[in-house]
């Protein structure tokens, strides 16, 4: 088994352990092995959505029928959702976890994530919404973490998965 | 026809299907015609998401029937959901979408091309056949029961061609919820009646 298999099962072994039903995504090339792996596990659903904002609405639907479920998606994804963030799972107090491509970090080769690389954290950080890193697979256990983070705080929580984690 | 018609028409064919209702008028007309503090809930700050909220909700409990009610205002925004609500095909979810071609819960805003877009054809056009459209009160309650017929394989999704709120419409009142308390109702009711778990505590 190749790294990047590896890894993709051991992420989907933690949403198992979550007792999430339900991926919602967007795809981003660093996670599309995930994703596969998603498609094979009929432990979980996996919903490709059309648009980001799709995948939070799902996600607090969900919540609100006793549903796990997660929000996979890129970082510039990440970035189109702060409106539905923000209306929905702030003001409802609905907990999400969300997990995310750390793009335009040192390592991305890609030159249009810059702008992904200059403020995706800094506007994280201005939306108090927190957010965890991921760069080694002894890790992936925040995964978990920040699940049951979220649920406590009914609050989203973001894990943020670096290159060096998935490629 | 008009709109707190159409919405009191519907509220009496209510039995115990969970509502879902968008920003904007359809919340305000949904509280006018139920005063429903607990089976419903009032997404008021998400347009374009409410049948998206309410397909996770229906794939949560999928022998719960939903509503879900968005304006087309909140609808041009993501029409793609529908790609989603076909791909999903659920049946326990009927999506109403409440055509009054305009921005209305924005005084009556204009809605970009609203003389021309055809809501059922590009239903239809993202494979969804179960698609209903009524224009007048009189078709909505002829047509009503296939609309919730329970015996269906798919996904419904209802267009509903109504008349912008008038001047003294708008100023009915907004469902009064802090959106938590909100939740809290909504999610009770859902944890009694559909045995589930939500919030990981019984009270």
Known sequence: ???????????????????????????????????????????????????????????????????????????????TVLYAITKINYSYEIPLLLVTTLRGAPGDHHKHHISNGLYLQPVLNAISLPYMIINEPEDLGTITRAYHHSRTFSRPTVVALTRDLLK | MKYLDCFRFIASRRNNELVITSAGNSGQAWWEATRDTEASFYLDASMSLSTMFGSGLALALPHQKIWAFMGDGAFCMNPGMLMVERQLDLPNLVHFLVSNRGYGATSNADLPNAAHNDYSALARSMGLTRVFEFGELSELQTGFAQVVDPNVSGHTFVVLEVEPFSAADQKLEQPPFDAPELKYRFGRYVERTAGCNIFGYKL
Do not use: T
């Open chain 1, 1 to 79: 088994m190749g790294k990047q298999e590896d890894v993709a099962r051991r992420i989907v072994e933690e949403f198992v352990r979550c007792d999430v039903k339900l991926i919602a995504s967007l795809p981003d090339n660093w996670i599309a092995e995930l994703i596969s792996e998603l498609d094979r596990d009929d432990r979980v659903r996996h919903v490709p959505v059309n648009r980001e904002e799709s995948a939070i609405g799902l996600c607090a639907g969900a919540y609100m029928g006793g549903m796990g479920s997660v929000a996979l998606m890129g970082a510039s994804g990440l970035m």
